[in-house]
């Protein structure tokens, strides 16, 4: 098998080799170049010890914080490339992390601690696909499977559960059931795991294109209770989850669209979710079901939003709270969102005569206006409207 890597890896694996080391392309990158995509990046795995690849890359600039565990990363043509001595895991105490980590010189080994067929897959240029688990066979009937015994390997690391449903959302892939089973029967092990891996993998699951079934499955696992707390998503959320915008704020939002506004803040969180994304799922959630039917609603929202108003009024058609249209009227929006973008401002009604708390009135006066119809925002047309209120008025 002929697998094309770009060239700043290729020089890298040239390197190992005229060492006279073993080096083989491995992990998702391997995976996505066997499915046909372009990978973000590519990871390396090598019969060098973590001292050896110091001598051998010592003319490249390289980040050293893993070496405890094998890992050197070499910066190759400005790219990162993480590059791991093979290695066989010890026992894991805390779920998560091996107690200790062994060296070896077999790449057989090496792959046997991976988590899933698709990912315990090697590849150089003189071995060729080196597949001791039926990965590639996985692949191509769109399966996520457990390397060796699937409760073994979610009790040395219980973020491999969601992983799991993970890979199975990006991917489209069914999860097999032997591994499913286990996944929920080790559930427990996630209360073990920092809530900022699980937002990590929790947030890639919902961003992905399929994200339904493996949502239901979680939830009949009870799996979700280690993301979401006591909430469940209604079947109709997580079935329309994919029609939102691929976005974290605003599938966080979606989903959670049916608890109130305290639950979704307890549960944002708890997940140590970032202050926006809490605040951005906040509002997105709140809103999902507001009405938006005219130019002067969908000015309100993008006001009241900003840039979290076009995830509203998809959530809001999708939940058929507004129609179709509704979108279209929030993006087309040319309103002001707010005074300051008014095309007057305070000093312009001071010379007009107005002063004191007139100007915050008059000023909030012209942004309803405007927002009612955006061809208002025009100094001129701004100053006429303020003539007429108050000047006109004798006020």
Excluded at 274 to 279: A, C, D, P
Aim: negative net charge.
């Amino acid at each position: 098998m002929n697998i094309r890597i770009p060239e700043y890896v290729g020089v890298l694996m040239e390197r190992l080799a005229a060492a006279g080391e073993e080096c083989y392309v491995v992990g998702g990158g391997l995976r996505d170049t066997l499915l046909g995509s372009a990978p973000n990046d590519y990871d390396l795995t090598t019969s060098a010890t973590p001292e050896k690849m110091c001598e051998i890359f010592s003319d490249y600039r390289t980040v050293a914080s893993g070496l405890k565990h094998g890992t050197l990363t070499v910066i190759s043509e400005h790219r990162a490339v993480e590059i791991t001595t093979f290695r066989i895991d010890g026992s894991y105490t805390d779920s998560r992390h091996p107690d200790e980590v062994c060296f070896t010189r077999s790449i057989g080994e090496d792959l046997a601690r991976r988590d899933f067929t698709v990912n315990a897959m090697a590849w150089s240029g003189e071995r060729g696909l080196v597949d001791l688990y039926g990965g590639r066979e996985d692949l191509e009937c769109k399966i996520i499977r457990a390397v060796g015994d699937p409760e073994r390997r979610f009790e040395e690391d219980a973020l491999r559960i969601l992983r799991a449903f993970r890979f199975s959302a990006q991917l489209g892939f069914s999860i097999e059931r032997g591994t499913l089973l286990a996944a929920g029967a080790k559930r427990e092990g996630l209360s073990n795991i920092a809530k900022e891996r699980i937002c990590t993998e929790f947030i890639k699951l919902i961003c992905s294109p399929y994200p339904t079934e493996p949502l239901a499955q979680m939830c009949e696992l009870g799996v979700i209770g280690y993301v979401l707390r006591d909430y469940r998503p209604s079947a109709e959320l997580i079935t329309l989850l994919p029609m939102m915008q691929s976005d974290d704020v605003a599938r966080l939002g979606f989903l959670l669209s049916d608890v109130s506004e305290s639950e979704a803040r307890e549960i944002l969180c708890s997940l140590k979710c970032s202050n926006r994304q809490k605040s951005g799922a906040i509002a997105v959630a709140k809103n999902a079901r507001r009405q938006i039917a005219s130019a002067r609603d969908a000015a309100r929202l993008c006001s009241e939003l900003c840039e979290n108003a076009p995830f509203a009024a998809r959530a809001s058609v999708l939940l058929g709270a507004s129609e179709g249209y509704a979108t279209e009227l929030v993006a087309n929006n040319r309103a002001p969102r707010s005074i300051a973008e008014l095309d007057i401002g305070g000093e312009d009604l001071i010379s007009l005569g107005i002063c004191g708390r007139e100007i915050g009135k008059a000023l909030a006066f012209l942004l309803e206006a405007a927002m009612e119809d955006p061809d208002v925002n025009r100094k001129e047309r701004l100053i006429e409207l303020v003539k007429e209120k108050y000047i006109g008025k004798g006020e």
